[in-house]
């Protein structure tokens, strides 16, 4: 590859930062990373959407080459644009071989720019947006410009939804100029290191580490975790670190821990496990678990929305809202599972809906499970935030979850196949044998694809299969709750 023709992008920049192999193969090997999935599509979208209404602060500004990406097209445009001395959204400069797009870049001054990007997070963090603009200012002055200020505008998580959306109560921005002058030297040099490494004409060999799971998982852990084992350090329960260790000592595998390496209670059950191939039970804990259950059973869980610009009044950026509800009822030993049901439909506010489905559906008394109940006691309180003449069923539903969790986080059952992890979709089919096979839908996507098809115009066909989807894939989660149980009753002996 010549370097006359790479640039480099603030995202390739950020990559080039991470991981030499991750930046070579961006270029060299695109074949290897995976196109995003439906979750990250949903988040792109509201990324977006946050762009937009940032835009809204600067109503004088325009788009310096609306639909174009390249630099070819978006750089001159944005040129014939500086002398105007407006507000320009997605400004595009190259230098050297940086090329980046500026959210909003504004005129201030007689001569002089302030630079603003826009993120959809609640707040600024220095190990995730620094480099992103410090690459922007780089690029902003070496094409000639006075850069004044560095801005990272992000979401006030205290804004609360009321009527129309406010950009300006929504949104807010940090001056992060002294953080940018700090970092901004070093961008150079960085650039001309990894165009080395673009050139190079092999993948340079990096091995798996820390760097991998830096901010968030890399796209190529499927290909660059492959070949470790089936129980490899990085499975250990809560040891990350540790696991990065070990593998950094060249154990690759938990079976040939030595006893001189330090573990907690919980990873030592594990660790044996593992060795012997068998799960580990504490027959007594199990029972002290069953025994506080109370027919009629009940098996809840909520999916939930949570969107950078809040879609409804009075609900917050990213609060979690509920939407559907599934809900299994056993009334006595031995009993068959009844199953309830609630999936929104409309652009309404699915709340009092939802609410008055689940008032309906919850028996009087009896246990109700929940897998991580935290999370479905903290809707629970939400709704009666929400509509404060529900509060004293709230309680008492509260009072009455019981988490199915425990018997796993406390590693009262634990078996091999669950890799280190206690989330249901590790015990269930460990446990069990079943699993989400054949359900087209996973528990990150159900908010963005329930947006998806409810505010935008989605075929009719399409709208029916995802809602199909949704109802099997949350129908699932309390189903799997009554296998779990099951299994832990013949644990328990
Ligand atoms: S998975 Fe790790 S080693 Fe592989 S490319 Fe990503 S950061 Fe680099």
């Not at 009321?162 to 929504?170: I, R």
Request: include cysteine; hydrophobic fraction near 35%; glycine fraction near 8%.
């Amino acid at each position: 590859m010549n370097s006359q023709d790479i640039l480099i992008s603030k995202s390739r920049y950020m990559a080039g930062l991470r991981c030499d192999k991750l930046l070579w193969c961006t270029y060299n090997a695109k074949d290897l990373i995976p196109a995003p999935g439906r979750a990250l599509q949903g988040r792109f979208t509201q990324g977006h959407e946050v762009g937009a209404l940032a835009t809204r602060l600067f109503p004088e500004g325009v788009e310096a080459a609306p639909g174009k990406y390249l630099a070819e097209d978006v750089v001159p445009a944005t040129q014939a644009l500086l002398g105007r001395r407006i507000p320009i959204y997605e400004a595009g400069f190259v230098h050297g071989s940086a090329y980046v797009k500026v959210d909003i870049l504004n005129p201030v001054g007689r001569d002089e720019w302030d630079i603003y990007e826009v993120k959809s997070t609640t707040g600024y963090s220095p190990q995730k947006h620094l480099a992103d603009v410090a690459t922007q200012r780089y690029a902003v002055e070496g094409s000639g410009l006075k850069v004044r200020n560095c801005y990272l505008m992000h979401l006030n998580n205290r804004y609360v939804r009321q009527g129309e959306v406010d950009p300006g109560g929504l949104l807010t921005a940090a001056d992060v100029t002294a953080d940018v002058d700090g970092f901004v030297d070093r961008v150079e040099d960085d650039l001309g290191r990894m165009l080395q490494v673009i050139r190079a004409k092999e993948c340079p060999e990096v091995a798996v580490g820390p760097h991998c799971l830096e901010i968030r998982e890399c796209d190529l852990c499927p290909v660059c975790w492959k070949d470790l084992p089936e129980h490899h350090p990085l499975t250990l329960y809560s040891g990350r670190r540790l696991g990065f260790e070990l593998l950094a000592r060249g154990i690759e595998d938990l079976k040939d821990l030595h006893d001189g390496v330090y573990l907690g209670e919980k990873q030592r059950i594990q660790v044996e496990a593992v060795r012997s191939g068998q799960a580990f039970v504490d027959p007594r804990q199990v029972r002290s678990f069953l025994n506080q259950l109370r027919y009629p059973l009940s098996f809840l869980d909520f999916e939930t929305l949570g969107t950078a610009v809040p879609l409804y009044n009075g609900t917050r950026p990213y609060q979690n809202v509920p939407f559907q509800f599934s809900l299994h009822v056993i009334d006595r030993p031995g009993g068959e599972p009844v199953h309830f049901s609630f999936l929104a439909e409309g652009k309404d506010d699915p709340r009092p809906p939802l609410l008055e489905a689940l008032k309906s559906a919850i028996p009087r008394e009896g246990s109700i499970l929940a897998y991580n109940a935290s999370f479905e006691k903290g809707r629970l309180r939400d709704l009666a935030g929400f509509d404060p003449s529900c509060g004293g069923w709230v309680q008492d539903v509260n009072a009455r979850i019981v988490d199915l969790l425990i018997p796993f986080q406390s590693f009262a059952v634990y078996h091999p196949s669950q890799h280190g992890s206690a989330s249901m979709k590790a015990v269930l089919p460990a446990l069990t044998g079943l699993n989400y096979e054949g359900i087209d839908m996973g528990g990150e996507e159900t908010g963005y694809e329930f947006i998806r098809i409810t505010f935008n115009d989605t075929d009719k066909e399409e709208v029916k299969a995802v809602r199909r989807a949704m109802e099997e894939y949350c129908k699932m989660d309390t189903e799997g709750m009554i296998h779990i149980l099951k299994k832990l009753k013949e644990l328990a002996g």
